[in-house]
């Protein structure tokens, strides 16, 4: 595995929704994840969540942080990170930690104390990620519904009291 030494990491913005889509398009499609599409501009209405950009020349990966979007999870001391893609190219390389951290740093200056991930059954190399970073699974499931079936998602936390 090459790691990438630099990586650009900016807050995107709504001229950014293109390339935002094609990102979670072709990471999902890599992954065999159908997801419905997101609501890109309600996301950058919403001024409690945070979406930024790795590039280089072009953005090859995203993480959105922000207020959970579970009512159960909306305490004001819990944020989330919504969604974390890397273009397939860029995996393995570093560059979805990077990110992860940079999320998880969002949430701290946001005053949050602690972070919550949602991660789709069987993704072994998400779950080795958190592992690595402190997370631990949290007794909560969901199912969500789509037209051609339904993905489990559970449920991971983080305490950011002394994350940095």
Excluded at 75 to 97: A, F
Aim: with cysteine; net charge negative; hydrophobic share 40%.
């Amino acid at each position: 595995m090459d790691r990438i030494e630099s990586v650009g990491i900016r807050r995107a913005g709504v001229d950014d929704i293109a390339a935002l889509k094609r990102v979670e398009v072709v990471a999902l499609r890599a992954t065999n994840v159908f997801v419905a599409e997101r609501d890109w501009e309600g996301l950058f209405d919403d001024g409690a969540v945070f979406t930024y950009l790795a590039e280089d020349e072009n953005p090859f990966g995203y993480v959105t942080v922000g207020k959970p979007r579970e009512n159960w999870f909306q305490d004001g001391v819990t944020g989330e990170v919504i969604s974390l893609c890397v273009l397939p190219e860029y995996q393995g390389k570093g560059v979805g930690r990077r990110l992860l951290v940079h999320g998880l740093s969002v949430l701290k200056r946001r005053q949050f104390e602690h972070a919550l991930v949602w991660i789709r059954e069987g993704a072994r190399r998400g779950e080795r990620l958190l592992t690595t970073l402190g997370f631990t699974t949290f007794d909560s499931v969901r199912t969500i519904n789509l037209t051609d079936g339904e993905i489990t998602q559970y449920a991971w936390t983080l305490s950011l009291e002394n994350y940095f």
